[in-house]
C-alpha cells in the first residue's frame, strides 16, 4: 500500500504541473460562467440553467482532463526511460500501473472539488431565491460525474498500457461517446433484422461500459425522483469495471517489452 501511495502522489504532483490541465479548468469554468448570459434571455430558470450548464462543463471538461492526463503520464515514464529506475526497486509492473491510476483520480478529485465549489459559488450568488442551492441531488449528480471519470481514466490507463499516447487517446474518446449509446446502439441492433448486426451490437452492449449508468444530470436539474438504490448500484458497477479495466492493464503490461 505504501509503494501505491507512493507512486499515486508522484503521479499526482506531475499532473499538477501540466499546462493543460488548467487550460481546462479554466475553459470549465467559463463554459459555467456561460450559463449567466443565457439567464438573460430565459425567465425564472436561472437556478436550473446554472446547474444544467454546471454539470455539463464537470462532465465534459473532466472526461477530457482523465483522458490527458491518463494517456500521457505511463508513456512519458516509458519515453523519458524513468520507469526503469523505478521498476529495478521492489514494485511491480501491476503496482505501478495501478498506483499511476489512483494518482490520476485524486487529480479528479481535485478538479471536479474546484469545478464543484465555483457551480456552488454561481448558485449562491446568482439564483439564491430561484432554488436550493445546497441541493443533496446536486452532490449525487457530482458523485456520478466523478464514478464516470474514474471508469474513463480507467480505460484510458488500459489503452496507454500498450498503446501511443494518439492512438489510445483515440480510444478512450471512442469508449466515452459509445458508452453513452450501448443501449441505443442494442435497440437498433434488434429493430434492424440483420442478425450479425443484432449481434454485434448486442456484444458492444455487453462489453463496453454503460456510462449512461451514471447520468443523472436531466433528474437533478429537472427535480425528478431518482430510482431507489441507484448510487449504490452506480457504485457497485463502477467499481466492477475499473477493477476489470485494472486487471486487464496489468495483465497486458506485465507482458509489454520497454526496450
Known amino acids: 500500500m505504501r509503494v501505491l501511495w507512493a507512486i499515486a502522489r508522484n503521479t499526482f504532483k506531475e499532473a499538477v504541473r501540466n499546462k493543460i490541465l ?7 469554468l467559463v463554459m459555467m460562467g456561460l450559463s449567466l448570459v443565457l439567464d438573460q434571455v430565459t425567465i425564472g430558470q436561472r437556478s436550473k440553467i446554472i446547474k444544467d450548464f454546471g454539470l455539463a462543463s464537470i462532465n465534459i471538461f473532466g472526461v477530457l482532463i482523465a483522458i490527458v492526463v491518463g494517456i500521457s503520464l505511463v508513456y512519458k515514464e516509458i519515453d523519458k526511460r524513468t520507469i526503469y529506475p523505478i521498476l529495478a526497486k521492489p514494485v511491480r509492473r ?24 465555483f457551480l456552488f459559488f454561481l448558485l449562491g450568488i446568482y439564483a439564491a431565491g430561484s432554488g436550493p442551492v445546497f441541493d443533496v441531488g446536486l452532490f449525487e449528480a ?19 498500457s500498450f498503446s501511443t499516447p494518439f492512438l489510445s487517446g483515440m480510444f478512450t474518446l471512442a469508449i466515452y461517446i459509445i458508452g ?71 495483465v497486458i503490461f506485465q507482458t509489454r517489452d520497454f526496450k
Open 22 to 28: 488548467y487550460s481546462l479548468i479554466f475553459f470549465a
Open 94 to 117: 501491476s503496482q505501478f500501473l495501478i498506483g499511476k491510476y489512483f494518482g490520476i483520480v485524486l487529480t479528479l478529485a481535485v478538479e471536479v472539488m474546484v469545478m464543484s465549489f
Open 142 to 160: 457530482i458523485a456520478f460525474i466523478f464514478m464516470e471519470l474514474a471508469v474513463v481514466a480507467a480505460a484510458a490507463i488500459l489503452f496507454s
Open 180 to 250: 453513452h449509446l450501448t443501449a441505443d446502439l442494442k435497440r437498433l441492433g434488434a429493430l434492424s433484422g440483420n442478425l450479425l448486426l443484432e449481434r454485434l451490437t448486442a456484444l458492444m452492449y455487453y462489453l463496453l461500459p454503460d456510462l449512461e449508468n451514471f447520468n443523472i444530470k436531466g433528474e437533478v436539474v429537472y427535480g425528478l425522483p431518482l430510482e431507489s438504490g441507484k448510487i449504490f448500484l452506480g457504485s457497485l458497477y463502477a467499481l466492477v469495471y475499473i477493477s476489470l479495466l485494472l486487471f486487464l492493464s496489468s
